[in-house]
């Protein structure tokens, strides 16, 4: 394979402005690391968006690689766990933040952050579930560790038709949980009811003003909405039930009280994909390749090319994306 590869760059333009552009770079470009990737595939999540548009400081080094997941063959490697021709998969741990990440042919990264590629997933696949289902994959983990079975009652999936809520809708579905997908796009529910949804609620439902405690209507939920959806969430949930929280697409606020907590014993769970520990990983990758149909990784994914990178980051913050964007990089 040529040396030369095409890479998405951000670069600082001003004090405050950034500039993105489509260049060929080598490998004496890349940043250091013992493992050299050859990305075939990578996806957007939501930071990407972020941190392809500016619209936050996701980005903090530059110039910078953005791309938080990707999936491709080791090339050359001085890690003693990996050796070329090993497929291999990374989410998070600051890469396409501060260490140049997938969107480029080609990633020099540390092998501690990288998992083998499990059997019965391709690059493609595991960029389909990328940050956003591996995600999803820990707050279900998180769910079970608290003894929300499906026998507990519905659980709630907010923000259902993203990423995160996607794939948590379709895997809480095959376990046998009862699931309630919250949009606020209604003409995503027969999407979503194809994922494995019972009941489709308006997001409106959950965004209004919260109060301390309401009906107790789910035993858990998953929330990637935050403020105002996860505080009505926590006081909708059961007796004993558990919010598992790790997004803020709807605001990084969160107007509860501790009624919730003291009156009904519920417990908000805090979920990080960036750095949890490689053995969490490997466990959610393996109840992934258990617990999430192939038919529904097709079912949520459109497939981009680096060329249609700019366009994706800006739809997802527009909420306009359905699913999981996986990017080909070829
Ligand atoms: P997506 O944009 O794909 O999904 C977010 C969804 O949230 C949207 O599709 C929409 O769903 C809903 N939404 C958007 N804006 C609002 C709003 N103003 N109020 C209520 N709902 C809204 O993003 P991802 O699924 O990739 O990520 C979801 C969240 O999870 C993000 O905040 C992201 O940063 C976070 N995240 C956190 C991680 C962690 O490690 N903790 C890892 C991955 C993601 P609908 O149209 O169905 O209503």
Redesign the pocket.
């Known amino acids: 394979m040529s040396d030369r590869f095409p890479a998405i760059l951000v670069s600082r333009e001003g004090e405050k402005g950034q500039k993105v552009e489509q260049v060929t770079l080598g490998l004496d470009d890349l940043m250091d690391g013992d493992v050299v990737v050859a990305v075939d595939h990578s996806t957007v999540?939501?930071?990407d968006?972020l941190a392809v548009t500016g619209k936050a400081p996701v980005v903090r080094r530059w110039p910078m690689i953005p791309g938080i997941d990707f999936a491709g063959t080791v090339e050359s490697s001085d890690n003693p766990d990996f050796k070329p021709g090993d497929k291999v998969v990374l989410n998070?741990w600051g890469v396409g933040e501060t260490h140049y990440g997938g969107f480029a042919g080609k990633a020099r990264v540390k092998g501690d952050w990288l998992i083998h590629l499990p059997d019965g997933l391709s690059g493609a696949e595991a960029m389909a579930i990328g940050?956003?289902g591996y995600?999803a994959m820990l707050c279900v983990l998180a769910l079970e560790r608290q003894d929300v079975t499906p026998d507990k009652g519905p659980v709630v999936v907010?923000?259902?038709?993203?990423?995160?809520?996607s794939v948590a809708v379709s895997i809480l579905s095959k376990l046998g949980y009862e699931v309630v997908a919250?949009?606020?796009?209604p003409e995503?529910a027969e999407y979503l009811k194809g994922l494995g949804a019972s009941e489709i609620i308006p997001?409106d439902e959950l965004?209004g003003d919260p109060r301390p405690l309401s009906k107790e209507r789910f035993a858990g939920g998953v929330d990637?909405?935050?403020s105002k959806?996860l505080a009505n969430v926590l006081s909708m949930t059961k007796y004993g039930g558990a919010v598992a929280a790790?997004?803020?697409?709807?605001?990084m606020d969160l107007p509860t009280s501790v009624a919730p907590f003291i009156l009904r014993g519920v417990s908000l769970i805090g979920?990080?994909?960036?750095m949890a520990p490689k053995a969490r990983r490997i466990e959610a990758y393996a109840r992934l390749v258990r617990d999430l149909d192939h038919a529904k990784i097709a079912a949520m994914t459109t497939m981009i090319g680096l060329d249609g990178v700019q366009a994706a980051a800006a739809d997802?913050l527009a909420?306009k994306?359905r699913g999981r964007v996986v990017v080909n990089i070829g």
């Open positions: 999540n939501y930071k968006g998070g940050t956003a995600t907010t923000g259902a038709a993203g990423g995160v809520g919250s949009t606020g796009r995503e997001r965004s990637a909405v935050g959806t790790c997004g803020l697409a709807g605001g979920v990080d994909s960036v997802i909420g994306i």
